[in-house]
């Protein structure tokens, strides 16, 4: 294989809110499987790079935001593995001037290190990539090449994130994950056993997210998603927020993203102020990386004269 099977570590932590009795919990550190290609990335990337490599394909196209994980992951996977990389980007505005981006973007200035070339598609046109006509162009703009979905889910992936729980995990009643497009729960949840409960954590608002679960789970199981805790919509981020992350890596060590992660988390803890859970539940909490994203998001928060997430990533 590409990226070998690793099992993650299980770190016990205990953290003291201001408020209320310390709480402890157990997260898994799935962000500690890879220096680039971390978290739920590592895992959905791991079978698609097999069988772009069964199908002879020498190039990843794929889609994302302007600072996106799966974009910064599927470079460094690239450059790793030699595959050669697309990262078709949402906002045309961004290939204005794209040396200007790559020195300002820290996710994409690290794609572009990474070898990943790029084609940036306003909005409008963004929404059709999924369609046969979208596909047809950009095969008759690149050649041949394997597609990488946004966010990476699909099959595979989905077949990848089922390796997240190992027999290790049955002692947890709650296994918690953030969600973005719903692979990484969707293979939490075909692993898990029937005495646990899968919580999702989705990014974005809404919970449409359910469908596309559903289309990937391949049982009954018994999960749930939690809404409430989206911050007002993926990539949306505000001090309170901020000053959670900063305040967790200090009594844990443990860096949360602001994008997933940090907004679990968040959710977790006040969902154990309001009695969610009780002294002898056991959670499982999947650290699903993301880490990249920080120096994307300080940037933004410093221009709206926001506190920043406290991050070294040396």
Not at 142 to 156: A, C, D, K, Q, R
């Amino acid at each position: 294989m590409l990226l070998e099977l690793q099992n993650s570590t299980t770190q016990k932590v205990t953290y003291s809110p201001k408020e209320g009795h310390p709480i402890r919990l157990w997260i898994k550190r799935e962000d500690l499987l890879h220096p680039y290609i971390s978290g739920n990335k590592y895992r959905k990337l791991r079978y698609n790079l097999e069988e772009a490599r069964a199908l002879g394909k020498k190039t990843l196209l794929t889609f994302g935001g302007a600072y996106s994980n799966h974009i910064a992951a599927t470079a460094a996977a690239g450059d790793e593995f030699g595959f050669k990389t697309i990262g078709v980007i949402r906002g045309d505005e961004l290939g204005q001037d794209v040396e200007k981006v790559l020195k300002e973007n820290p996710t994409l200035g690290f794609a572009a290190k990474h070898g990943m070339q790029f084609k940036f598609v306003d909005r409008k046109s963004y929404r059709e990539k999924h369609t046969p006509q979208f596909i047809a162009a950009l095969k008759k703009e690149f050649g041949s090449f394997y597609l990488v979905p946004e966010g990476g889910t699909n099959e595979l992936a989905v077949r990848g994130c089922e390796e997240i729980l190992t027999e290790n995990d049955t002692k947890f009643n709650y296994i918690c994950c953030a969600i973005g497009t719903g692979g990484t729960i969707s293979g939490i949840i075909n692993s898990s056993k029937p005495s646990q409960q899968v919580l999702g954590f989705p990014a974005l608002k809404g919970d449409f997210l359910a469908d596309e679960i559903k289309r990937y789970s391949k049982s009954s199981k018994s999960w749930k998603l939690i809404t409430d805790y989206h911050f007002g919509g993926f990539a949306k981020i505000n001090a309170d927020l901020v000053h959670f992350i900063n305040d967790f890596k200090t009594q844990t060590g443990i860096q949360l993203d602001p994008i997933y992660t940090g907004k679990m988390l968040f959710g977790i803890l006040d969902l154990y102020k309001e009695g969610y859970f009780t002294k002898s539940d056991k959670l499982c909490v999947i650290h699903s990386g993301g880490l990249q994203g920080i120096d994307g998001m300080n940037v933004r928060l410093i221009r709206k004269n926001l506190p920043t997430i406290k991050y070294n990533n040396a």
